[in-house]
T-cell receptor
Framework: QKEVEQDPGPLSVPEGAIVSLNCTYSNSAFQYFMWYRQYSRKGPELLMYTYSSGNKEDGRFTAQVDKSSKYISLFIRDSQPSDSATYLCAMSDDTGFQKLVFGTGTRLLVSP | EAGVAQSPRYKIIEKRQSVAFWCNPISGHATLYWYQQILGQGPKLLIQFQNNGVVDDSQLPKDRFSAERLKGVDSTLKIQPAKLEDSAVYLC?????????????FGQGTRLTVV
């Protein structure tokens, strides 16, 4: 079993839809939870990160962490074609941004 | 602020050949990472430097991979000899330091194809 599981997609939605992206994990030591966006042939770009459980909102993006279920989510409101990319979740224990364990990424396609 | 620079962007080599990738981190960033991203997978950490010292190389296949950061700035990752399964994107990332909330920023990567 992989430490971090993520549906590879692709997930296709129309412009304006609410998108839900999810990851599950098995390592209860994970404390830091990140979401990266990766456009084709580019490096990952940090979108959001949270520590421990709870929600965090930044513009159209909301990250949720449920440590009891070992489940994290990223919601994108009013999705735009420019949101079309691969979304990677990443996690680490008490090392912050060091020793990140990534999911496989979910490819999102937002059609106009 | 300039980002993490990597070169070359693309490289095609035959198996058993050697190859080297170069990374210039964001100015002032003491921590540097090399990740391997195989097609359809998330990045996997290969090695982490703090200045010019190795912090973690537990997932680096040391029989064929080597990396150095001699002056605590630029870094080079080498593969010798390459295998077909080394085909991947090699990503360099950097951060200011090892403090818990210090974000890591990625370069565009070097796409290696081994034939």
């Amino acid at each position: 079993q992989k430490e971090v599981e993520q549906d590879p997609g692709p997930l296709s939605v129309p412009e304006g839809a609410i998108v839900s992206l999810n990851c599950t994990y098995s390592n209860s030591a994970f404390q830091y939870f990140m979401w990266y966006r990766q456009y084709s042939r580019k490096g990952p770009e940090l979108l959001m990160y949270t520590y421990s459980s709870g929600n965090k909102e930044d513009g159209r993006f909301t990250a949720q962490v449920d440590k009891s279920s070992k489940y994290i989510s990223l919601f994108i409101r009013d999705s735009q074609p420019s949101d079309s990319a691969t979304y990677l979740c990443a996690m680490s224990d008490d090392t912050g941004f060091q020793k990140l364990v990534f999911g496989t990424g979910t490819r999102l396609l937002v059609s106009p | 602020e300039a980002g993490v620079a990597q070169s070359p962007r693309y490289k095609i080599i035959e198996k058993r050949q050697s190859v080297a990738f170069w990374c210039n981190p964001i100015s002032g960033h003491a921590t540097l990472y090399w990740y391997q991203q195989i097609l359809g997978q998330g990045p996997k950490l290969l090695i982490q430097f703090q200045n010019n010292g190795v912090v973690d190389d537990s997932q680096l296949p040391k029989d064929r991979f080597s990396a150095e950061r001699l002056k605590g700035v630029d870094s080079t990752l080498k593969i010798q000899p390459a295998k077909l399964e080394d085909s991947a994107v090699y990503l360099c990332a950097s951060s200011l330091g090892r403090q818990l909330n210090t974000k890591a920023f990625f370069g565009q990567g070097t796409r290696l194809t081994v034939v």
